[in-house]
């Protein structure tokens, strides 16, 4: 019986001491010392600090990074500008070197368009094929005619047109003078002939004409 009222004693003042040990932690634990708490407040400015270096060392590094790339896309974008601008103009060479090739085609089915024209058959010769020889000539001359205005209408689509010379003033820009002429009705430097066709291209001297010019002599 001892025994047993012992052992109550015992665990009664074993669980009086936990309760007390427990309040005296809680009481410890919810009123820190001010040196802890300086400590703490130390400790956490150290980590703003190093937190805040590093966020900087962070920003001079992104503001490096995009300051290259800022400089390489200027770099990039006047190289690109330089390799469009040697595309243009190769280009435009080549344009140009084509519509010299088609106004060269030009002229020599003009020419011989205006051959053909002025044909008149012999009535001496070849009298048995007389007929025939006309009207292959003429079947000829059409099929020309219709290749030339092709060609017109091609130069036409590409901007490029004929300089108008015949009775006007010589224009040193789009003409050149490579015989002359006298005509007392007309003034000095009127063109009187086109010897060779001109032609611009998107306003542009393509070729220049060949004309026949007054020139007045002095008696």
């Known amino acids: 019986m001892s025994t047993e009222i012992q052992k109550t004693e015992l665990l009664e003042d074993f669980q009086k001491y936990l309760e007390y040990s427990h309040a005296g932690s809680l009481s410890s634990s919810?009123?820190?010392?001010?040196?802890?708490?300086?400590?703490?407040?130390?400790?956490?400015?150290?980590?703003?600090?190093?937190?805040a270096r590093?966020?900087?060392n962070t920003l001079d590094t992104l503001s490096s990074a995009l300051?290259?790339?800022?400089?390489?896309?200027?770099?990039?974008?006047?190289?690109?500008?330089?390799?469009?601008?040697?595309?243009?103009q190769q280009q435009a060479?080549?344009?140009?070197?084509?519509?010299?090739?088609?106004?060269?085609?030009?002229?020599?089915?003009?020419?011989?368009?205006?051959?053909?024209?002025?044909y008149q058959p012999l009535s001496s010769l070849f009298r048995h094929s007389k007929k025939h020889?006309?009207?292959?000539?003429?079947?000829?001359?059409?099929?020309?005619?219709?290749t030339l205005r092709r060609f017109e209408q091609l130069l036409q689509n590409y901007q490029v047109k004929a300089v108008d010379c015949v009775g006007h003033k010589l224009d040193p820009l789009t003409m050149i003078a490579v015989e002359t002429g006298e005509n007392q009705k007309l003034g000095n430097g009127i063109v009187l002939e086109e010897l060779r066709t001109g032609f611009l291209y998107q306003g542009q001297v393509l070729r220049l004409a060949e004309v026949k010019v007054n020139k007045i002599r002095i008696r």
């Open 93 to 118: 060479e080549m344009m140009r070197t084509l519509l010299l090739e088609m106004v060269d085609l030009y002229d020599r089915i003009s020419a011989g368009v205006t051959v053909l024209k002025n």
């Open 133 to 146: 020889d006309v009207r292959f000539i003429e079947r000829f001359k059409q099929g020309q005619q219709m």
């Open 67 to 88: 300051d290259t790339v800022q400089q390489d896309n200027k770099v990039l974008s006047a190289e690109l500008a330089a390799s469009a601008e040697r595309f243009d």
């Open 54 to 56: 590093q966020y900087k």
């Open 30 to 51: 919810e009123q820190p010392d001010l040196h802890t708490l300086l400590g703490e407040i130390t400790g956490l400015k150290t980590e703003v600090k190093a937190e």
